[in-house]
């Protein structure tokens, strides 16, 4: 289930950290974080992580895609092998706490992932739409810990829920090796409630999503600061912009029950501006209404932006009119993207390409989400750079979609204790990025 590079990595993993196996093994020192590496496929665009599950004398690497908006874990469970994994009976406790409603079974031979009457929850991929009743089941799962700087300890931490997948529902994830999904919403079962209840941690995760995972890995951090983005020094947890996270009152879950609020964060755009002037258009597109439709949404699943026609539009009319005056040249647009450019005629920057900057103006007092080239733009071939903003459509069911590419190096803190985003100026300001070494 894991790449080579994978197999590489947690190999030094294992030589650079201790399986901690104290009195209390679920204490952390202060200033300590659990820590997970993130990747970037660039081919799809998306993002994974990397752990390890089974008892200690089988344990199974899975690569999973990292879905912000989903409510739980799973992975293939095909070739899975592990003495202490255990399913879920149909009605139990942990059955009803993993949002389970159905029972599934099975006709084969015995194994994880095929079983009689035991709960089914729902597994999702986002990237193909297939929606699945699947086996839900426990086991141990081995986390590391960090102090911001570094990898610390490792921890087997038991009784981790997550879904056992088929075959099927992997298919079109990043890569040939990614087998599962890890989500990050709201719910008891997401990846960050499980191990921040286990550790007594604070209610809270920081991503750190790198543009390139070809000279380091970007981080997730639970349970809070620090966050250390060498060569700069200093805690960037105590550097953090912030807004609320506000909760939108219409599930957008692929199956949810009448009256359940959505699992995802979402955040309050007041207005846009380029180069400092507000985009004119409809601002009432921007609050979520009562049936759900509406307001901005943080994604790591859309690869780039996506807004309302209405918005997108005077967008881009109004970044080709700042471009044209700093004397950047248009070129023809390449699909999906609505405005190119020479990119010969902007000069490079710390920040990627100087061109024109655009602010989400959000909620709170002069709070600005600032994207500079780096997020702005993208090369979509030799000397052709393009706005890297996709129209979403007249009718699309959230106005705002912020998606990965203008999330890319910069820190994220979702706090859900304090229900706040905090994040970060873009990195390349102070000579670093999301691409770090955390072994040494």
Known sequence: MASSQTLTTLFIFSLLTISYAATDPFKLPKQTNIHFPIRKNQTSLQYYTTFEAGNPQSRTMVDALINLGAQGVWFDCTSYVSSSYKRAACGSNRCKKALGSVCVGCNSTPRPGCSNNTCGVYAFNPLTEYLTAQELGEDTVRVTSSDGHSIRLSYDVPKFQFSCADADIVEGLPGDKTKGLVGFARTDVSLVSQISSVFSLAKKFALCIPSSSDKGLGDIFIGGGPYYMPPRDGDQSLDLSSTPLVI?????????????????????????????????????????????????????????????????????????????????????????????????????????????????????????????????????????????????????????????????????????????????????????????????
Not at 255 to 267: K, L, M, Q, T, V
Not at 283 to 306: E, F, M, R
Not at 401 to 412: A, I, S, W, Y
Request: proline share 5%.
């Open 248 to 440: 939108n009152p219409v599930s957008t879950a692929p199956i949810f029950s009448e009256g359940d609020a959505s699992d995802e964060y979402f955040i309050n755009v007041k207005s846009i501006e380029v180069d400092h002037k507000r985009v004119a258009f409809n601002s009432s597109l921007l609050s979520i209404d009562s049936n759900g439709v509406g307001g901005t949404k943080i994604s790591t699943i859309v690869p780039y932006t996506t807004l309302h026609s209405s918005i997108y539009k005077p967008l881009v009319k109004d970044f080709v009119k700042a471009a044209a005056a700093d004397g950047i040249k248009r070129v023809a647009s390449v699909a999906p993207f609505g405005a190119c450019f020479d990119a010969k005629t902007a000069p490079k920057t710390l920040n990627g390409p100087a061109v024109p900057d655009i602010d989400l103006v959000l909620e709170g007092t002069n709070i600005w989400f600032k994207l500079y080239g780096s997020n702005t733009m993208v090369e979509v071939k030799k000397n052709v750079m393009c706005l890297a903003f996709v129209d979403g459509g007249a009718e699309p069911r959230t106005t705002i979609v912020l998606g990965g590419h203008q999330l890319e190096n910069r820190v994220l803190e979702f706090d859900l204790a304090a229900s706040k985003l905090g994040f970060s100026q873009p990195l390349q300001l102070w000579n670093t990025s999301c691409s770090q070494n955390r072994l040494s």
